[in-house]
T-cell receptor, first 111, second 114 residues
Framework: EDQVTQSPEALRLQEGESSSLNCSYTVSGLRGLFWYRQDPGKGPEFLFTLYSAGEEKEKERLKATLTKKESFLHITAPKPEDSATYLC????????????FGTGTRLQVFP | DVKVTQSSRYLVKRTGEKVFLECVQD?????MFWYRQDPGLGLRLIYFSYDVKMKEKGDIPEGYSVSREKKERFSLILESASTNQTSMYLC?????????????FGEGSRLTVL
């Protein structure tokens, strides 16, 4: 069964303290892995798409990487405004257009 | 910027009532989706639509129906609301020319069924 697991569930960081969020997946033929940011009470906002192992994408303090079994979202020198829940989703290769979402990592960055 | 607008941010309904959740997107996107989001369960797909008058079941369609009479509008209908349908409902769209994973979401509609 296709599955996405995110860890940790919650992460508290001091401003400037770099860290990584993990997204592990099992799908039969990955067609894409997607990262979203979700602020409290709002809908998710698309961040990155990764298609193949070794691929990396960057945006400001965020960098997403992909291996054959997992993806990392690296946050360098985070600021309080980076506080949000980060969601990972995958699209498998079983001829379906459906996404499988993880339950997210809730990040809090303190000044 | 793409804008996906959900008609109601917060709703409180009683068990057995019929509930309509409306979603409108302003970027001429082909595909539209309804998800629900519950703590510990993540986002789960209820229904989606590739085109006007077309609909496809997602992973949890039971108890829901949808309507897409116009390209920009996708409605979710709860024929007889039940307490286990209390949730955050999220509408999303994408152009159809890119992967289904790059979705534009609305702000969400938080439904409470008493």
């Amino acid at each position: 069964e296709d599955q996405v697991t995110q860890s940790p569930e919650a992460l508290r960081l001091q401003e400037g303290e770099s860290s990584s969020l993990n997204c592990s997946y099992t799908v039969s033929g990955l067609r894409g892995l997607f990262w979203y940011r979700q602020d409290p009470g709002k809908g998710p906002e698309f961040l990155f798409t990764l298609y193949s192992a070794g691929e990396e994408k960057e945006k400001e303090r965020l960098k997403a990487t992909l291996t054959k079994k997992e993806s990392f979202l690296h946050i360098t020198a985070p600021k309080p405004e980076d506080s949000a829940t980060y969601l990972c989703a995958v699209q498998g290769g079983d001829n379906t257009d459906k996404l499988i979402f993880g339950t997210g990592t809730r990040l809090q960055v303190f000044p | 910027d793409v804008k996906v607008t959900q008609s109601s941010r917060y709703l409180v309904k009683r068990t057995g009532e019929k509930v309509f959740l409306e979603c409108v997107q302003d970027m001429d996107h082909e595909n539209m989706f309804w998800y629900r989001q519950d703590p510990g369960l993540g986002l789960r797909l209820i229904y989606f639509s590739y085109d006007v008058k077309m609909k496809e079941k997602g992973d949890i369609p039971e108890g829901y129906s949808v309507s897409r009479e116009k390209k920009e509008r996708f409605s979710l209908i709860l024929e007889s609301a039940s307490t286990n349908q209390t949730s955050m409902y999220l509408c999303a769209s994408n152009p159809g020319q890119v992967t289904f994973g790059e979705l534009f979401f609305g702000e969400g509609s938080r439904l409470t069924v008493l």
